[in-house]
């Protein structure tokens, strides 16, 4: 399809608890440490669980957020000129975009509120075209990636930039804590047997998305190509995923038929899993409705296990992990693993990373209410 050849990544950032910038996270992820450690940033006492993986010293999200888009379209090359031009979709939750000083509320200006952000954002980084603000949970920045992919693909913009920020806060840790969906060992393991859940992440990222003739006009670098995406919805339950996976693989199954791709082409998936016992079955079985026997040939592995789940920005930091592999040729680790789960019969990358030379991968976000998203991205 003619869309597949007009969708360029030029420039990327990312801050998580792995640290600042794309090396930072490329090197986490491959490594497989997870970096969950002791709440510092707000009280904890009372709570189930009293870790997640936040990265010292950061700013407010407001801040945090222009630093990522700044240094992404840094990293693209743009100019005033060209950022002028550059529309911004902003991920993010709805809440203060501002984080409490360890004891008590931050101190001065935290910054303006969700959706006066994305404006305020724009103005800081030179970004003069239009803005959107996506708060639908943890799809939020993968359905912008995908809006972007369609706007650009049609002609309808040249140049967007997608930023996505969550910093671990008190109201949705409590909130994920009291109904029992942090893992209580203080570990994540995606698809393993014995696991018990999610825990939270830092992730503020931004990317620079591109018609290949912009891109082409200026000489931009290119990283990789989006090359499909879909989404579908399977209204299944408010909380559990269709355990048949049906909205998931509609929505995997759209991304192929946009690249103009068979499932054998891919060659990795980064999945969604959490590491509830629920959703990483549903992906599980929705990989298989997609790929048949083959889904457990197809390498598979879930970086949340490692940087924690960043929620509306957890499809934007797993779109620049999958980026970054493909580049770097090495699978990154699904960290956590104590034994496969007969419900997950999956080829899943554990211990250490895995050599690969496929052109072609997969980055799968879920949402609460049935939500689903899929991005394929090619290497140039």
């Known amino acids: 399809m003619a869309e597949r050849e007009h969708l360029r990544i030029t420039g990327v950032h990312a801050l998580s608890a ?3 910038g794309a090396e930072a996270l490329l090197a986490g992820v491959l490594a497989g440490t997870p970096a969950f450690t002791p709440v510092r ?4 006492a009372g709570r189930r669980v009293a870790v997640a993986a936040t990265l010292p010293d950061v700013g407010t999200l407001a801040d945090e957020l222009t630093d990522a888009a700044d240094h992404a379209c840094r990293a693209a090359g ?3 000129a060209h950022r002028a031009g550059a529309a911004l979709f902003l991920a ?5 975009p501002s984080l409490p000083a360890p004891d008590g509320p931050a101190d ?4 303006p509120e969700v959706p006066a952000l994305a404006g305020h954002l724009a103005r800081r980084c030179g970004l003069g075209g239009p803005t959107r603000v996506y708060t639908t949970a943890c799809v939020s920045a993968s359905t912008a990636v995908a809006d972007a992919a369609t706007l650009i693909g049609r002609g309808d913009l040249d140049r967007v930039v997608v930023a996505a920020g969550y910093l671990v806060e008190p109201d949705q840790y409590a909130l994920f804590d009291a109904g029992r969906a942090l893992a209580a060992d203080g570990a994540v393991r995606p698809f393993s047997a014995g696991r018990q859940g999610l825990l939270l992440g830092d992730g503020v990222v931004a990317v620079v998305l591109e018609a290949a003739r912009a891109a082409a006009a200026r000489g931009a670098p290119t990283l990789a190509t989006v090359a499909g995406w879909g989404r579908a919805g399977d209204a299944y339950h408010p909380c559990q995923p269709d355990p048949r996976g049906l909205g ?3 929505a995997v199954e759209a991304a192929l038929r946009r690249a103009g791709l068979p499932p054998e082409a891919v060659g990795y998936v980064n999945a969604n899993a959490t590491g509830t016992a629920y959703s990483d079955a549903a992906e599980a079985a929705a990989l298989g409705r997609v790929f048949g026997a083959a889904a457990g040939r197809l390498p598979v592995s879930s970086t949340k296990a490692v940087h924690g789940h960043a929620l509306e920005a957890s499809g934007l930091l797993e779109l620049v992990v999958t980026v970054l592999a493909l580049g770097h040729g090495k699978l990154p680790v699904n960290a956590g693993w104590l034994g496969p789960d007969e419900n997950c019969p999956l080829d899943v990358v554990t211990h250490a990373p895995r050599s690969t030379s496929t052109a072609h991968a997969l980055t799968l976000n879920a949402a609460f209410g049935g939500a689903n998203t899929a991005l394929l991205v090619s290497t140039p």
């Open 92 to 96: 993010t939750h709805g809440g203060p």
């Open 41 to 44: 940033r707000f009280d904890t």
């Open 78 to 80: 743009l100019d005033r």
């Open 248 to 250: 998931l693989a509609r």
């Open 18 to 20: 792995l640290g600042r």
């Open 108 to 111: 001065g200006d935290t910054g």
